[in-house]
Structures are given as C-alpha cells and as structure tokens.
C-alpha cells in the first residue's frame, strides 16, 4: 500500500475535521484550506476544517493531487458517506416536482414493529413513526404532549427489528427519566436492558440513558459504546443543545453524532430564540447540508415559505391534532403599591447609568435583568439575592445599593414593606381554586420566592421542586396524591420539561417569566397535553406587574412564540403571543431582548 500522502480525522472533539500532509504536500495542503471557509492553518502540515464545511464542501478534495493515497478516518468517512446520502435525501424531500418517498402504509407498520413491540400508537403517532422511516435521520417537532417518547422507541424498534442498529443511547433533562423509563415498560414485550448513566454501569445495555448535565464528561465513553455495535442517538428536548458547538451540551452532542448511524431529535419547541436555533438543530441531524438547508430556506424571511420548504424534513403533530380542550390563557396586570414604584424606579436610575455603553456585555446586561425581574416581583428579594440552586446564569448576589443613595434608604426600609402583590394575587387564586377541589401549580423563576410562597400558602400544604430539592419525587406524588395538598410550587427550570400533571392539576399561575419561550412553552404543556379529560377546563394566569420589565417579557415572549408558530406552521403558538388582559381578583437573552431592555432603561430615566 502507498504511503498516504493526507490523513483525514477527527480533531479535537469531533466538532472539527483535522488533515494531516505528508512532507512535500506543504503548498498543496494550503492551497486546498483556500478552498473552504473555516480552514485554520495550524502548522505547515496540519490545517482543520469544520466538519459542516468540510462535508458541503467535499468535492475540493477532487483538487488533491494524489487522491489514491489520501487515507480517511474509518467513521468520518462513513460520516461523509452519510453525507452524500443524506444531501440527495434532503434534495429529493424539498423538491417538489420529484417523486416523494412514499410512507409505509399504516397497517404495515405492525410488520415494520415487530412482535416486540405491544403499545398502542395513535393514529398521528403512527403517521410520524412511518415518515421517519422513511428519513435516514429525523426531526420530531411535535407539541409537548404528544407522545415523542413513545414515537421515538417506535423508530428505534423498527430499525432494531430490522438489523440496522442494536443500542439506544438517549440524551435527555434529568426530568424525562420517569417518562422514559415508564414508556420502556409500556412498550416492549421484553424490554431491552437499560442503563441510567451514572449507576453502576451495565456492561450488557442495550439503552443507555443520562442527562445533558453529565454529557460532556461521559462524551469519550459514550461515543466507544455507540461506535462498538450499530446504534442510534435520540436527543429529547433537543432544543438544550440550540447553542451548537458554542454551548457545552451541543458541543458534547456533535461530539457523539458522527458515531452514530441514526440520529433522532425530538422537541416540541425548535427555535425558541430564531432561526439560529433551526440551524444548529438541522446540523446536528444531518451534518454539512441540514444546516445549508435551513439558511437557505429561511434566509429570505418569509417564514411561511420557510415552512412549507423544511416540512419534510420533520414531523410535526399540533396541538388541534391532539383533540384537547381549548386551554385558557391570560395576563393579569397589577399595579405596584407606591413604596414598590419607587424601588423599582430607583433601581432602574441606577442601571440606566451602568448598562449606558454595556450594550455588547450580555453577562452584565443578564445581571441586570435579573435584579429588575426579582424588583417587578417583590424588593424584598434584592436584598438576599438568589440561591445556589438557580440555575447559573441566573444567579446574582444581594444588591448593595451605595449609602447616601435613595435605593440605599428604601432597601433599608425594606422589611416593613407590604406584601407583594403577586403573593396576594397567588394566595387569591390558590385559594379560590381550592375552594372548588381544584389544584393549582405555581411558577417562580427565584427559589426565595418559591420559599415565601411556601409560608404564605402554608394552609394549603404545599409541595415543592426546585433545584436544591432532595425528595423532587415525593414531592410529585404529594401533590398527585394526597387531597390535603392544593398546591405546587416549582420553577421552569426545573420543572418545565418531562413531568405530566395534567391528570392531577388543570390550573397554572407564572408569579415571573424570563426571556426564555421554549422554556414558557414547554412549562404550558405540564397540564395540557395527551390523555387529558375532555371535560377539564385548563386554565393559565400570567402575573404582571404594570410599568415594569414584565411588560418588556411579554412583548419579547409574543415575537418569539409568533416566529415559532409561523415556522411550525401552526396557529396554537401564534395565538400565544396576544393574551387576554384579564383583572386581578384579589436568563434565555438574545440581541433583540437586550436592545428591549435599553428601551425600557432609557424610558424609565426620561
């Protein structure tokens, strides 16, 4: 065999290819990185390329002048392989003048499952399964609620009783455990072994399931152990890793993509935050031209247009198609007692000044946010800051306002203050539900508001799950359970993705909101979703506070939640974003919330 004159491999972290010449190959090995846009030169012999580039762009490689000798990396070359596929998939699906793929008739598919497999599948949840079948790789965007867990064993029986894979690794929040490891049960007449990453490990798994939290120091094990038997990679509540290789969990996961050979995502929420989000979602799919699609596609700006060109490329089940009862959204605006006013007015005189050329600092700018949320909601929690628990980025210390200041002089008066109006308008709305049998569950982004909330509705006997919770599953079953207690307290970040309480609770108040839609979204479906009562009336309440950086969230989560349903196609998000006003009875940022923000900093100082 010839001596190799370029290696192609991984580099490091699979998120990068990584060509090595031999000597003499040195002018060459540079005029080929002038030929692909991400090219780094890293010494006279080595150049890196990013896999997106270096697979769209594969053809430059023709230009090599000894291309008998050039020796590829056993799984990157599949990957390539893929690749190619995948791009005349893709082609074959957008165009609409070829012949489409046909899907599996839905009476076939009981051939297709196998006698392994003994669960019901609805007729949507049929529908989905087969058009993934027909994908070499696939993108689930059904609602929160529509049974993607299921679906996705689904896939991954078929393909299992067909040959092509034999392991399962699912990524997932730490939330979806209960789902997955119930759905196993429901859905395999034997089911296969399944080990939760962490425990003692199971060296004969046939699943392997762990959170996004743990992804990134497991990676180099994981990709081992879906390299050493044909496999599939699901990722659940995907849109966790919509950063890309910019952010730890997508990183991790185009890590271990190439060393599957299906991939699978599922998220009910796929651009919480815009287009970008799409992208780096498609990329992870298929590598190189998921992510060319999706610029090209949505690059124009008509997102109905959008839409109807990516809709093969994903399955979609819609809140209509799910058949529930129509769930009733609203915002209650509230008015800041004065002492309240005129924290809130204080604080926003102090920030305007620090944000005022910090436009380009998100993590200052974050802070800031932070401080002006816990103000809209009670002042009293500027003083002790947030927990250890929060999740980072929305952690920040107790405000210190310089003495001498008017802050400095309300803050010290703080204690006195009375109670916020968000925790009357809480303990109204518990209490007038509980009065009817009905439970209620209560959103909060900051742990201490969670705490107070605790004492105030101590009558009703509150559960509770944030972060820093030990017994998070004796507290579910608490409020499942037991008729004394009409209340669970919780934060989205914690509690809005993987639980279903829509058989217990079908009233829901949100004290805050941050900029986060897929988070609000996905928090929505806790008590809507599949399987729900025809007769339940599901009612949701939005607390805010007039005048305040509430109003600037509501505005940002419309724009976002309307992006969202044009995307999807679907008009239960877009009716999202224009919420009935109703009255009172009793962390996520992008360049557009900031600039949001500025405005609202400048006009509180005019």
Same mark, same amino acid.
């Given at each position: 065999?010839?001596?190799?004159?370029?290696?192609?491999?991984?580099?490091?972290?699979?998120?990068?290819?990584?060509?090595?010449?031999?000597?003499?190959?040195?002018?060459?090995?540079?005029?080929?990185?002038?030929?692909?846009?991400?090219?780094?030169?890293?010494?006279?012999?080595?150049?890196?390329?990013?896999?997106?580039?270096?697979?769209?762009?594969?053809?430059a490689?023709?230009?090599?002048?000894?291309?008998?000798?050039?020796?590829?990396?056993?799984?990157?070359?599949?990957?390539?392989?893929?690749?190619?596929?995948?791009?005349?998939?893709?082609?074959?699906?957008?165009?609409?003048?070829?012949d489409?793929?046909?899907?599996?008739?839905?009476?076939t598919?009981?051939?297709?499952?196998?006698?392994?497999?003994?669960?019901?599948?609805?007729?949507?949840q049929?529908?989905?399964?087969?058009?993934?079948?027909?994908?070499?790789?696939?993108a689930?965007?059904?609602?929160?609620?529509?049974?993607?867990?299921?679906?996705?064993?689904?896939?991954?029986?078929?393909?299992?009783?067909?040959?092509?894979?034999?392991?399962?690794?699912?990524?997932?929040?730490?939330?979806?455990?209960?789902?997955?490891?119930?759905?196993?049960?429901?859905?395999f007449?034997?089911?296969?072994?399944?080990?939760v990453?962490?425990?003692?490990?199971?060296?004969?798994?046939?699943?392997?399931?762990?959170?996004?939290?743990?992804?990134?120091? #497991?990676? $180099? +094990?994981?990709g081992?152990?879906l390299?050493? *038997?044909?496999?599939?990679? @699901? &990722?659940?509540? !995907?849109?966790?890793?919509?950063?890309?290789?910019?952010?730890?969990?997508?990183?991790?996961?185009?890590?271990?993509?190439?060393?599957?050979?299906?991939?699978?995502?599922?998220?009910?929420?796929?651009?919480?935050?815009?287009?970008k989000?799409?992208?780096?979602?498609?990329?992870?799919v298929?590598p190189?031209?998921?992510r060319?699609?999706?610029v090209?596609?949505?690059?124009?700006?008509?997102?109905a247009?959008?839409?109807?060109?990516?809709?093969?490329?994903?399955?979609?089940?819609?809140k209509?198609?799910?058949?529930?009862?129509?769930?009733?959204?609203?915002?209650?605006?509230?008015?800041?007692?004065p002492?309240h006013?005129?924290?809130?007015?204080?604080?926003?005189?102090?920030?305007?000044?620090?944000? #005022?050329? $910090? +436009?380009?600092?998100?993590?200052?700018?974050? *802070?800031?946010?932070?401080? @002006? &949320?816990?103000? !809209?909601?009670?002042?009293?929690?500027?003083?002790?800051?947030t927990?250890?628990?929060?999740?980072?980025?929305?952690?920040?210390?107790?405000?210190?306002?310089?003495?001498?200041?008017?802050?400095?002089?309300?803050?010290?008066?703080?204690?006195s203050?009375?109670?916020?109006?968000?925790?009357?308008?809480?303990?109204?709305?518990?209490?007038?539900?509980?009065?009817?049998g009905?439970?209620?569950?209560?959103?909060?982004?900051?742990?201490?508001?969670?705490?107070?909330?605790q004492?105030?509705?101590?009558?009703?006997?509150?559960?509770?799950?944030?972060?820093?919770?030990?017994?998070?599953?004796e507290?579910?079953?608490?409020?499942?359970?037991?008729?004394?207690?009409?209340?669970?307290?919780?934060?989205?970040?914690?509690?809005? +993705?993987?639980?279903?309480?829509?058989?217990?609770?079908?009233?829901?108040?949100?004290?805050?909101?941050?900029?986060?839609?897929?988070?609000?979204?996905?928090?929505?479906?806790r008590?809507?979703?599949?399987?729900?009562?025809?007769?339940?009336?599901?009612?949701?309440?939005?607390?805010?506070?007039?005048?305040?950086?509430?109003?600037?969230?509501?505005?940002?989560?419309?724009?976002?939640?309307?992006?969202?349903?044009?995307?999807?196609?679907d008009?239960?998000?877009?009716?999202?974003?224009d919420?009935?006003?109703?009255?009172?009875v009793?962390?996520?940022?992008?360049?557009?919330?900031?600039?949001?923000?500025?405005?609202?900093?400048?006009?509180?100082?005019?």
């Amino acid at each position: 065999m010839a001596e190799s004159s370029l290696e192609i491999g991984f580099g490091d972290g699979v998120i990068a290819a990584r060509l090595r010449a031999s000597a003499g190959y040195e002018s060459d090995l540079r005029r080929l990185g002038l030929k692909f846009r991400t090219s780094v030169q890293r010494s006279p012999t080595t150049l890196e390329i990013e896999i997106d580039d270096l697979l769209v762009n594969l053809a430059a490689l023709a230009t090599w002048p000894a291309p008998e000798t050039v020796r590829w990396d056993k799984q990157l070359a599949a990957l390539a392989t893929d690749s190619a596929a995948d791009a005349q998939t893709v082609a074959q699906q957008l165009d609409p003048a070829a012949d489409q793929v046909s899907n599996p008739e839905p009476g076939t598919l009981a051939d297709l499952l196998g006698p392994g497999w003994m669960a019901d599948l609805t007729e949507f949840q049929r529908r989905d399964v087969a058009k993934l079948l027909t994908l070499r790789h696939g993108a689930n965007f059904s609602v929160p609620g529509a049974g993607k867990t299921r679906v996705g064993l689904a896939v991954f029986q078929a393909l299992r009783h067909a040959g092509k894979v034999e392991r399962l690794l699912i990524v997932g929040p730490k939330s979806s455990y209960e789902s997955w490891l119930y759905e196993v049960e429901q859905c395999f007449a034997a089911p296969p072994r399944m080990d939760v990453y962490g425990r003692a490990r199971d060296p004969a798994a046939e699943m392997v399931l762990i959170n996004y939290e743990r992804l990134d120091g #497991a990676s $180099a +094990e994981l990709g081992r152990w879906l390299a050493a *038997k044909p496999s599939m990679l @699901l &990722l659940d509540e !995907a849109h966790r890793m919509k950063l890309g290789a910019e952010g730890i969990y997508g990183a991790a996961c185009l890590a271990l993509g190439p060393r599957a050979k299906h991939r699978l995502i599922l998220t009910g929420t796929p651009a919480p935050n815009g287009v970008k989000d799409l992208e780096n979602l498609f990329g992870f799919v298929w590598p190189g031209h998921g992510r060319q699609k999706v610029v090209q596609a949505v690059g124009g700006g008509d997102l109905a247009k959008a839409s109807q060109v990516l809709r093969p490329l994903f399955v979609r089940t819609t809140k209509g198609e799910l058949g529930l009862p129509p769930v009733n959204t609203t915002i209650r605006p509230l008015p800041m007692p004065p002492l309240h006013r005129e924290v809130y007015e204080a604080l926003i005189g102090r920030f305007s000044a620090r944000a #005022a050329g $910090a +436009e380009a600092d998100f993590q200052a700018l974050g *802070k800031i946010i932070i401080y @002006l &949320l816990m103000a !809209a909601t009670s002042p009293a929690l500027l003083s002790v800051g947030t927990t250890r628990y929060e999740p980072l980025a929305y952690r920040v210390p107790p405000l210190e306002a310089p003495r001498g200041t008017p802050l400095f002089d309300l803050m010290r008066d703080l204690p006195s203050y009375e109670m916020s109006p968000k925790y009357r308008e809480v303990l109204a709305i518990v209490a007038k539900n509980a009065a009817c049998g009905r439970k209620t569950l209560v959103w909060s982004t900051f742990i201490r508001s969670l705490n107070t909330l605790q004492r105030i509705l101590a009558e009703f006997s509150p559960a509770m799950v944030h972060g820093g919770t030990v017994d998070r599953d004796e507290q579910i079953e608490l409020f499942r359970n037991d008729s004394d207690c009409m209340v669970l307290l919780s934060n989205p970040a914690t509690l809005g +993705e993987g639980i279903s309480l829509h058989h217990d609770c079908h009233d829901a108040v949100y004290v805050d909101r941050d900029f986060a839609a897929g988070r609000f979204l996905q928090s929505l479906d806790r008590i809507h979703r599949l399987g729900l009562d025809p007769s339940a009336e599901t009612r949701i309440t939005v607390l805010a506070s007039e005048g305040s950086i509430d109003e600037i969230v509501e505005q940002r989560l419309a724009d976002k939640l309307q992006f969202m349903g044009q995307v999807l196609d679907d008009p239960a998000v877009r009716e999202l974003a224009d919420l009935d006003e109703e009255p009172a009875v009793g962390g996520g940022l992008d360049t557009r919330d900031l600039q949001a923000l500025m405005g609202h900093l400048r006009a509180g100082t005019a």
